[in-house]
């Protein structure tokens, strides 16, 4: 897979399509990802000691890997990302610009 925790993705389908945001999470086994501020849903909270008058939140639901794309800061757009090997280490690469993607 080509996206990982802490990128800068961009959703290319949707709502909120163009919209970009860091991934906080990967939910591999689902082929989903958690994007801080995409995807929100309202959740209403029931009251609990922590959270004694109950109430609404916004909180981000995942979304499928196939509806995100790789944010390129050099680009400032979604790009394909070519993956290559130099020395012992897997780079990834904007297929556009050819800047290593990875910090
Ligand atoms: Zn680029």
Do not use: W, Y
């Not at 802490?6 to 949707?14: M, S």
């Not at 689902?30 to 109950?54: F, Y």
């Not at 757009?77 to 910090?103: M, S």
């Amino acid at each position: 897979m080509n996206i990982r925790r802490n990128d800068i993705v961009v959703k290319i389908r949707g709502r909120e399509k163009g919209k970009q945001g860091k991934v906080l999470q990967m939910l591999l086994s689902k082929d989903r990802a958690i994007v801080e501020g995409l995807n929100l849903v309202t959740k209403h909270l029931r009251k609990s000691q922590d959270n004694p008058k109950g109430g609404i939140t916004r909180k981000e639901a995942s979304i499928a890997l196939s509806n995100l794309m790789l944010f390129c800061p050099h680009c400032k757009k979604a790009v394909r990302v070519k993956r290559v090997i130099e020395g012992d280490k897997r780079v990834r690469k904007c297929k556009k610009c050819a800047q290593a993607l990875d910090t």
